[in-house]
């Protein structure tokens, strides 16, 4: 079936340092990883997002990797500044024979940086 | 576009009445999903549309849940009756999605509580 662990569940970093975020999942079938910043009081927010085809992708300061033969894939926020706190998702998804299938996600990780 | 739509932000009724959640999704958009948030569990699909139709169902917790999208630019979740255990932030969202899943966009959400 489809599963998404994530670790750590708190993660505390200083300013300025890096921060990273792992997840597994089950499902072989799974093909696109995205990865949500929440806020409090408002919805999940979309900051990166990998296929199973491609091994690494960097937007600035965020990175995501992903190992399909280990089914694991992670976040990495290098430079962490005070707006970066907030809770993390990792999410998994595949295609279903109706088009669109929908996200599994990680149970969070609220992200502190400390000043 | 003004994002994904969802009406009323706050909801509190009481046991045993009967619930209805509204959105409307990103214009465009052929994909439409129904989450549900709590500490405990975290971020659930609950159902999930394409092209208007329901394409799985399996999340939703009990038959005392259900859900409509009549057209491309309404969705609702009813809750009828409601429990206190449904109390939860209702997240709707949307993506446009072909062949590939693309970046799904979540609404601010509904905070229910039943008392």
């Known amino acids: 079936g489809e599963n998404v662990e994530q670790h750590p569940s708190t993660l505390s970093v200083q300013e300025g340092d890096s921060a990273v975020i792992k997840c597994t999942y089950s499902?072989?079938?799974?093909?696109?990883f995205p990865w949500y910043k929440q806020e409090l009081g408002k919805g999940p927010q979309l900051i990166i997002d990998?296929?199973?085809?491609?091994g690494e992708k960097k937007d600035q300061r965020i990175a995501v990797t992903l190992n399909k033969t280990a089914k694991h894939f992670s976040l990495h926020i290098t430079e962490t500044q005070p707006e970066d706190s907030a809770v993390y998702f990792c999410?998994?998804?595949?295609?279903?024979?109706?088009?669109?299938?929908?996200?599994?996600f990680g149970k969070g990780t609220h992200l502190i940086i400390q000043p | 576009d003004a994002g994904v739509i969802q009406s009323p932000r706050h909801e509190v009724t009481e046991m045993g009445q009967e619930v209805t959640l509204r959105c409307k999704p990103i214009?465009?958009?052929?994909?439409l999903f129904w989450y549900r948030q709590t500490m405990m569990r975290g971020l659930e699909l609950l159902i999930y549309?394409?092209?208007?139709?329901?394409?799985?169902d399996s999340g939703m917790p009990e038959d005392r849940f259900s859900a409509k999208m009549p057209n491309a630019s309404f969705s609702t979740l009813k809750i009828q009756p409601s429990e206190p255990r449904d109390s939860a932030v209702y997240f709707c969202?949307?993506?446009?999605?072909?062949?590939?899943?693309?970046?799904?966009?979540f609404g601010q959400g509904t905070r229910l509580t039943v008392v």
């Open positions: 969202a949307s993506s446009a999605t072909g062949a590939l899943n693309t970046e799904a966009f």
């Open positions: 499902d072989s079938a799974s093909n696109y």
């Open positions: 990998i296929r199973s085809n491609v």
């Open positions: 999410a998994r998804s595949g295609l279903s024979g109706g088009g669109a299938d929908g996200l599994t």
């Open positions: 214009s465009g958009h052929n994909s």
């Open positions: 549309f394409n092209n208007n139709v329901p394409i799985d």
